[in-house]
């Protein structure tokens, strides 16, 4: 019987052993086994099948995200998925794992600051050059190869700014020039977009956000292909970059809604653009009207959207935006996204970073919003009572 992965995710890792639902948490330093000889074959075996769930320490892991590590690789139709403490985990390891000093590599202008300031600043202490090109025009991205040019880092949608990039002419270009690709593709989630299927070498999902889903937990992804296992295995063990087992286990668990959540995030979210769209004081960014370039590069490539989103608002008074955003009774205001809540937030240089194309002139402001699992009708409510302060 072939089962969708909807399905999958409900019956997945029952432990018939315990005799519960979902597997058990597996806290553990030392692995134990029977003997010194039982250490051995599990290493021999360890050393055959490095993603065969063989472990002598509890750096490596436990059967708890094994488990995990199992359900996104089925998740992400990958060779194999790493797991993180923290998304920016897995944006650290995929960069170490395959740049080395004297390398250049070329980034998205607008990835999450974070990642921005990984790039930009710190890499350069290692003499690894970054190059940042512009989203909508891939020649920033081609003139701009070298020999040197190990590895082109994607995210998509763009941090705050929610720019769509023609993903299938970056994978060509690079599989041309023989450089490795990395997309940070948290938004979407590979629910909604599989991108080592595509072709991307390596993919990362912050687990923090829909993952887990309910805001109370941190971790990261990256998936692979079979290209790049052995690099990134190697940097894993040396970083010791894993999640641990009470994470893992939330994450899990969230996991099983992942389909659900996602599906009326989009749909809550589909309700407020629609009603955003209508207003002249901002533009809306986020894949709702067709007649833009951001629409066409998200269908051709997506089979859905989450539910973050932007708005690029004129107003000369800053202070009205401000206010508006500190309007909303329903949006929280703070970092993160993906929980089940609404959340918003005003995009300052902080947020937004020391971006080359971000195109915003000094009456034009950014504010990003969450739209969770409420009443979509509740949230446009909120939405318009705080639209009076806009001027
Ligand atoms: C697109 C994106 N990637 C990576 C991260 C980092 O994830 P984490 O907060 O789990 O470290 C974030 C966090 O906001 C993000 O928005």
Redesign the pocket.
Known sequence: MTKSFKTFLKHTAKDFHNQSVNPPVVRASTIIFKSMQHIRKTQAKAQKNPIGGHYDYGRQGTSTTFILQKILTKLEESYHVFTTP????A?FLAIFSVTRPGDEIIVADPV?SPTRLLTEKFLKEFNIKTIFYNPGDLKTLEKNITKKTKLIFV?NPG?NSFEFQDLGKIVSIAKKNKILTAI?N??ATPYYFKPIKFGFDMS?V?A?KYYSGHSDV???SLAVNKKVFSKVYNAERITGLRLGPDDAYLITRGLRTLDVRLDRHRENAKKVAAFLSKNKKFKLLYPYKKDSYNFRMWKKYYSGASGLMGLKIKAKNINSVKKFVNSLKLFGYG??WGGFESLALHQEFRETGNRKYLNLSKDEHLVRLHIGLEDPNDLIADIKQALRHLK
Not at 86 to 89: E, K, Q, R, V
């Open positions: 923290t998304g920016f985990g944006v999450y995210e941090s940070d948290t938004w990362i912050s923090t941190m971790g990261g970092y993160s």
